[in-house]
């Protein structure tokens, strides 16, 4: 099968979240079940451009509106990832240095998208799948069945996943003239409330949808950001698919990000090594246990109850822990955590911005991962640092609710709680800190997460079906 991912992100091109990641490990692991898969991406300028060498495969243009613009597709040389990457750069649009948070996002966006399909049209063979992902390329669906001059890819099966449904990129019928000359009785096709809205739009048009974890689709369906009743109507064609790890990328035993490799067997030597490093450059105290945050500073993450957690734990269960904090969002978040550090004991300390590298020396050093989401599709920080030997400390919601047993079942190797409360997050602590005294139990849950396989392997192959029932 030949398999096109359409997508706004991919590790390590361009990674904002999760997406990056999911497009930058799932394509390979089709590869290694036979099946041929390919990234289209925006061209951004990145340091990966930068620093490999592309040739041209293309160049068009076409319409925005009433605005003209030329494209260009050019593919990488070596090959680096594994599969074939194409960016497609529109000059003064895309090749920018950031992914998102631009005034003309929506303008850049459709406009990728057309010259996407506008090339796809061009090509003199079909692929078997276009998959795409999130609404940065979910008018795809429709421009491919519904647009006038793309009727010739109408019968190629479109597939949307959505990694996160809390962003679905609307704008207002002023702008429906960027989409490129369309069917207007099939105008419901692209409307969501008064508005275009290209999540909803594929959720409509693509031939199945997926959603990165089953507890999550079950979640869309009352909490979706107002696309409820739409999941409700569109149930059966949905279908949740967790999300896998590149085990290659995410290893602590080969990490090109740190040089103390470790495995299960040496984890207790190996993880000391790295919080040492934390504790040391942050200042913070390596006999207590070490609680880490990592991820956007925003109300999905309920990063805003951080600052009133931290505080709370400090209060009511002592000052027998530390914390770290790495992330950036709204920045009020950021402010509150930044005047905690003047309160500090050596207990609490915060990098803002974004950090790959120190992102995985913390899920090699920390003793316990805090993830209190109200929104989580799937979560892929408590795989990794399940990975590392981490223990997850999580609220039982979307992919996390499906991904970690807490403690006291069977098998339990983690600590869940129910609600996005200062409370339950605060009791969450309490939990830790707590295992963390009884060092017998500690190394064993340890053990027990690290064998967990949460590889893409099962999660890939699951995609493969799924295609095949299109066929
Ligand atoms: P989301 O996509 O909702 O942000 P996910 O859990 O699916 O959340 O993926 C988050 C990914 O982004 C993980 O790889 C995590 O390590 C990474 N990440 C998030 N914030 C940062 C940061 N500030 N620095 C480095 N990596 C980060």
Redesign the pocket.
Known sequence: MEIIHVTAECYPVA????????VGALPAYQIKLGHVAKVVMPMYRTKYLYSHDWEVVHKGGSNLGHWWFDYTVIREMDNAQGFDLYLIDIHGLLDREKVYGYIDDNERFVAFQIAVVDWMSKWQHRPDVVHVHDHHSGLIPFMMQHCLGFRSLSGIPSVLTI??AQYQGQFGWDKSIFIPSWDSWKRGMLEWNNAINPLASAIKCAWKVTT?SPSYLDELRYMSNGLEELFEYEKGKCIGIL?GIDDQVWDPSTDKYFDHHYRSSNAEKGKAVHKKFLCDTFGLDQGKPLIIF???LVG??AADLLPAVIADSFQHIGRKMNFLV???GEPEVEDQLRAMLSHSWGDFSL?V????T??HQM?AGADFLLMPSRV???????M?AMRYGTIPVVRRTGGLKDTVRDLSEEGGYGITFEQATVGDITHGVWRATQLYEDNKKMKEVRKTMMKLDNSWDKSAAEYIKLYESLK
Do not use: F, M, T, W
């Not at 989580?376 to 408590?382: D, F, I, V």
């Open positions: 990674k904002a979240g999760g997406l990056g990641d999911v990694h996160n990165v999300n990592i991820g956007r999905e993450k790495l992330g950036s990098y911005g974004y950090n790959e120190l992102s899920y989580e599709p799937c979560g892929l920080n408590q990794y």
